[in-house]
């Protein structure tokens, strides 16, 4: 399928058919039931601006969901939340939200008394008065619905502004992560050690070509630069690398999905992207209000979205396959040449929602699997405790995975995992009641339900398919040209052992 007006350029979608292992026993009670809007409701266009109207303006103009953001405790955390603003070296301004919520605070307390008094006229207007002074509360409560009317509207304006403002400031961060940029970041593990050669080592690029692997040149002329044709063995071995991911995944609990990989741009805001920012990594739909995804973290971290679980669903985890769409925004260099740094690519996601108290558990679970999975192919890799500026907006913590890639003489990232704590469910209004609900007060029948606690996310890269096949043609080549197959992906490269040329 062809879709067209994608910034000027057009992608061909391909299919994949996976062949998927048994699913795990709890995958029929996971709670998928969802009430559908219809369209016209879900989308809410704003008029047309005038010439006139300013950037600003318009972007608040068009602003049409809010972030639940504990204005309070920010404001009460002042000096912990700008000193985190500045080690993440974030463009956040603190400043302006404070003041912005300090007028919203006020004006809201305007808009009650106001209609506090337009209630207490109403009500007086009930009983039975002299004409000339039911004429004079009519006359006082058409001035005061006016007043209130224009209050109301500056208080939306006003409350658009603060959420526009307040959805720049980065998630908290953790107290062991490294302070700085990349390089301050922390090694946690090395994994085995590089792969010694008694030949002259080829990179993938060089491998791909003598193997007819890949072709470049011609889907630079179907797409443009940084898409590829993946050819023969290669073809097998992303199956391969897939339905292996899947497989070892699920074993660990994890339902498996395939996603939709157009979304809405506000999903894609709220989990911490910037569809239409300078620089931005998204594929934006001209004339719509869709997104490519750049990774099945966007619709799995939609998939409760506006939603209130029960405690005993918790944790919910998901294996997610989808192809994922990246501009790659100023990527350029030799080191970024090849399947490295493309456009178009297969990944497998994992995703997790758990109660506040479990998140750094299943952070480290999630590296735990990500380790094995990579030791089991015989990789040489570190494993990173990433530095604050290299967070990104949602992350409380995360962890990164590098493995050696003998091609390019230097470790290339091939996985991340990240705890988002509940940045993410705030935005996308994920909540879970817990089980146990309060003492019962004795002037209130409703003390038996708990209240609502927003749910943390965490996500983590189970395989990113074009990273993992220039691991595996760089580590395991040998002198002949050919490529040995690690043992764990021979099942699913129908027994075979090797990668070897044509004849």
């Not at 500056?154 to 990349?182: C, F, S, W, Y």
């Not at 922390?186 to 085995?192: A, E, I, Q, S």
């Not at 989990?271 to 990594?281: A, V, Y």
């Not at 004339?287 to 619709?299: F, H, K, R, V």
């Amino acid at each position: 399928m062809k879709m067209s007006c994608l910034k000027g350029t057009t992608i061909s979608f391909s299919c994949l058919k996976l062949a998927f292992p048994s699913y795990p026993s709890s995958f029929q009670n996971l709670p998928f039931r969802r009430t559908i809007k219809p369209l016209s409701a879900a989308l809410q266009t704003s008029p047309a601006t005038s010439p006139s109207t300013t950037k600003a303006e318009d972007q608040v103009a068009r602003s049409h969901w809010k972030a639940a953001i504990d204005f309070k405790w920010i404001k009460d955390n002042k000096e912990a939340v700008a000193a985190n603003i500045r080690n993440r070296n974030s463009d956040a301004d603190l400043e302006l939200v404070l003041q912005l919520y300090d007028r919203f605070f006020n004006l809201q307390k305007e808009v009650e008394r106001v209609r506090g008094e337009r209630n207490a006229v109403a009500n007086k207007m009930k009983g039975k008065m002299e004409q000339s002074q039911r004429q004079r509360l009519i006359e006082e409560g058409k001035n005061l619905k006016e007043g209130l009317i224009a209050l109301e509207e500056d208080l939306l304006k006003l409350n658009d502004k603060l959420q526009l403002e307040a959805q720049r400031i980065p998630n908290m961060t953790h107290p062991n992560v490294p302070i700085g940029g990349e390089d301050s970041s922390m090694t946690r593990k090395l994994v085995g050690s590089a792969p010694e050669f008694s030949f002259p080592v080829k990179d993938h690029l060089e491998l791909g070509k003598e193997l007819c692997l890949f072709d470049f040149d011609t889907a630079a002329e179907v797409s443009g630069s940084k898409f590829y044709y993946l050819k023969n063995d290669a073809v097998l071995l992303e199956m391969a690398l897939v339905n292996w991911t899947l497989s070892e995944v699920m074993k660990r609990g994890f339902t498996p999905l395939t996603t939709p990989e157009l979304v809405r741009s506000s999903v894609v805001e709220k989990c911490g992207f910037q569809p239409r920012g300078n620089n931005t990594q998204v594929y934006s739909i001209e004339d719509s209000d869709q997104c490519l995804i750049g990774t099945a973290e966007i619709p799995v971290g939609g998939l409760h979205m506006d939603s209130i679980l029960a405690e005993t669903l918790l944790p919910l985890k998901y294996v997610a396959f989808s192809h994922c769409f990246r501009t790659e925004a100023g990527a350029a260099g030799s080191a970024t040449r090849g399947l490295y740094r493309v456009h178009q690519f297969s990944k497998v996601e994992m995703f997790i929602f758990c109660r506040p108290e479990e998140s750094e558990h299943y952070h480290e679970e999630l590296i735990k699997i990500e380790e094995d999975m990579f030791s089991s192919l015989g990789l040489h890799f570190k494993t990173l405790d990433m530095a604050s500026e290299d967070l990104g907006a949602p992350a409380y913590r995360k962890f990164d995975v590098e493995a050696w890639m003998p091609g390019l003489e230097r470790f290339g990232e091939i996985s991340s995992a990240s705890n988002c704590t509940d940045y993410q469910s705030r935005r996308l209004g994920i909540r879970y009641r817990p089980s146990e609900a309060p003492v019962a007060s004795p002037k209130s029948s409703k003390g038996n339900l708990a209240p609502p606690l927003f749910v943390h996310t965490l996500n983590a890269t189970a395989c990113a398919v074009p990273r993992m096949i220039i691991c595996l043609l760089e580590n395991y080549q040998q002198e002949d040209g050919s490529i040995l197959i690690p043992e764990p992906l021979r099942p699913f490269m129908g027994g075979r052992s090797v990668i070897s040329r044509k004849l």
